[in-house]
């Protein structure tokens, strides 16, 4: 089996908020991927006296063993007992109701010799080949069907849509939130290989539009996800009159997961 990650900070100035793990359990029963995009919180109050990236490792850590070591609990169940587990290591030193306490996007794949689940939460993507070729992206597209003009701001985003019905979902301190994510299963011989990626390095299909899903997931079999990193990098460089970046900023923090299956 081939898994290969990698992740890199939009900024030498701050630190990741992405985080990413993949396991292969001694039993040698299976596997599972976990990628999380912390969300940056505007400056000012947010309720929270800790970093996005205290979040993201708490939350992915107790995701990745929980999904592992708990091979009886769905996946929605692992991500809300690991939404629980995270909020407990703060609720008493952070206000967990404000709507900025650290939250993340959440792709989350478990397999075996018989199927594969999956779990998407927010605006993360995560992509099944099939063994003919065919690409499929699992996609929380609910951010994107929002009413145009309806985030024209990040104070609107937080009051009318962050994680309210009509809005769009991400995972905070309300383990309920598991129930809002995308889920599915399907059979281990029906995916040849998966890829799991954070917008920052989505943007080479979703903002550049320098090819389809497919393309994207034979790029990082051909490159690896640092490769296709860094072809995200030299594109936001060379868009220096903000055709395809906009608003945007120029650099998120990108990180990308493959992996790919023996043969059935």
Known sequence: ?????????????????????????????GGSLVLLDGVTPPRGDVGCVHPVTWFTARLGGALAELSCSRRDLALTEVLAESIRRTADAH????????VRTPQA??????????????????????LLESPDGTVRAVLDDRLDRLPPGSLASEA???ARARNKENGFFTAAADPHVASRAVTGRVPR????????????????????????????????????????????????????????????KTHDDATAAFVEFPAV
């Not at 290969?4 to 793990?21: F, I, K, Q, Y």
């Not at 030193?93 to 404000?98: E, G, K, P, Y």
């Not at 996007?105 to 995560?126: G, H, K, P």
Request: glycine share 6%; aromatic share 6%.
């Open 189 to 248: 011989a029906e995916v040849r290989s998966l890829a799991a990626l954070t917008d920052g390095a989505s943007r080479w299909t979703e903002k550049f539009r320098e090819g389809d899903w497919a393309a994207a997931l034979e790029l990082l079999r051909k490159v690896g996800p640092q490769g296709l990193i860094d072809r995200v990098r030299e594109l936001e460089r060379a868009d220096t009159d903000r055709r395809y970046l906009r608003r945007s």
């Open 156 to 158: 609107i985003a937080d």
């Open 105 to 126: 996007t959440v792709v989350l794949t478990r397999w075996d010799e018989q199927e594969i689940e999956y779990l998407v939460l927010s605006d993360s993507a995560l």
């Open 91 to 98: 609720r008493f030193q952070c206000d967990l109701s404000h």
């Open 1 to 29: 089996m081939r898994m290969e990650l990698a992740s890199e900070p939009g900024s030498g100035e701050r630190p990741n908020e992405d985080w990413v793990s993949a396991a292969l359990p001694a039993s040698g029963q």
